[in-house]
């Protein structure tokens, strides 16, 4: 599967970027630093933080055949979304 297209977020504080990171190791992903890669089960991404804009760009890089590009952005969309409302 191709690279799907970036999704930006902003107004993502510090803690809210460490909270992120930390749900992230807690499901098994190494999301360590502000930026990087990081693959579970056939889905890798890539994501760029940057504290001084407050902005966080995840890019879906690879999915695996039975799950689809819009499958993950969906969820990660929704993990970001669910940060900043808590």
């Not at 039975?66 to 409302?85: E, G, K, P, W």
Request: proline share 5%; aromatic share 6%; with cysteine.
């Amino acid at each position: 599967m191709a690279q799907s297209s970036p999704q930006v977020f902003t107004g993502i504080a510090p803690e809210r970027y460490a909270n992120l990171s930390q749900k992230a190791r807690s499901a098994g992903i190494e999301m360590n630093g502000n930026s990087g890669r990081a693959s579970k089960m056939g889905v890798e991404v890539e994501w760029h933080y940057s504290p001084e804009r407050q902005e966080l760009t995840l890019t879906c890089l690879h999915t695996p055949f039975f799950m689809s590009a819009d499958d993950v952005n969906a969820r990660l969309h929704a993990l970001v979304s669910d940060s900043l409302t808590a």
